[in-house]
């Protein structure tokens, strides 16, 4: 399977524990491509229509729907979770997600 980053994926993220968010939702590839070349899984960062006022979270809009992008749910995927290609992400909104991905693992 061909996945490369800033892809959006609609992603199959259950079963989930706790407070890990899930269903089947889109999701941001974010591994590099020559890991998404070699490895059966990839690191995504889920999209949510749920808006909260938190810090590690970028407003976005993808497909005409305005959601955020989840960082604080990063997380590696086994590619068989991965359903359906829905398109790719924005280069602006690229750009924000990996400045927020530097500030929050800093």
Same mark, same amino acid.
């Given at each position: 399977?061909?996945?490369?980053?800033?892809?959006?994926?609609?992603?199959?993220?259950?079963?989930?524990?706790?407070?890990?968010?899930?269903?089947?939702?889109?999701?941001? $590839?974010?591994?590099? %491509?020559?890991?998404?070349?070699? @490895? +059966?899984?990839?690191? =995504?960062?889920?999209? !949510? *229509?749920?808006?909260?006022?938190?810090?590690?979270?970028?407003?976005?809009?993808?497909?005409?729907?305005?959601?955020?992008?989840?960082?604080?749910? $990063?997380?590696?995927? %086994?590619?068989?979770?991965?359903? @359906? +290609?829905?398109?790719? =992400?924005?280069?602006? !909104? *690229?750009?924000?997600?990996?400045?927020?991905?530097?500030?929050?693992?800093?």
């Amino acid at each position: 399977m061909v996945v490369l980053k800033n892809e959006v994926w609609m992603t199959t993220l259950e079963p989930t524990l706790g407070s890990e968010i899930n269903k089947t939702r889109p999701c941001i $590839i974010v591994s590099p %491509d020559v890991s998404n070349k070699h @490895k +059966k899984s990839v690191v =995504i960062i889920p999209l !949510t *229509s749920t808006l909260k006022d938190f810090p590690s979270r970028i407003n976005c809009t993808f497909q005409n729907k305005h959601g955020q992008i989840v960082i604080d749910q $990063i997380r590696t995927v %086994d590619k068989i979770r991965l359903v @359906k +290609k829905l398109g790719t =992400i924005d280069d602006a !909104t *690229s750009k924000k997600i990996y400045e927020m991905i530097k500030i929050y693992f800093k």
